[in-house]
């Protein structure tokens, strides 16, 4: 069983930047995948970005790529996701979530993911 709780979450205005973390209890990360999904209000939950379990691979949604970086300190058990030049159409609750290792990993599917975070809200006014 993995515990995860996010932190970082706020108010910004539009260009500026936010630093996500998640930090994780219970089993350390080093053998889990972990992303990053957000849910906008009457929207879907989708997802924003993705790094293997040995930190070599990351994915990227279109709408974030070049803007947020995923990454991840396995000594912590902690995850990241470093957003800049933040845009009110990024304004979301965002969920960290674990996915355990079981062959080939569809990272933009939420079914992937077996533990959730509560979720820590961003708000970008313009």
């Known amino acids: 069983q993995v515990q995860l709780e996010e932190a970082g979450g706020g108010l910004v205005q539009a260009g500026g930047s936010l630093r996500l973390s998640c930090a994780a209890s219970g089993r350390t990360i080093s053998s889990y995948n972990m992303g990053w999904f957000r849910q906008a209000p009457g929207k879907e939950r989708d997802f924003v970005a993705g790094?293997?379990?040995?930190?070599?691979?990351?994915y990227y949604s279109d709408s974030v790529k070049g803007r947020f970086t995923i990454s991840r300190d396995t000594a912590k058990s902690t995850v990241y996701l470093q957003m800049n030049s933040l845009k009110p159409e990024d304004t979301a609750v965002y969920y960290c979530t674990a996915a355990r290792l079981k062959g080939v990993w569809n990272y933009q599917s939420r079914n992937q993911y077996d533990y959730w975070g509560q979720g820590t809200q961003v708000t970008v006014s313009s």
């Open positions: 790094i293997s379990w040995g930190g070599g691979n990351k």
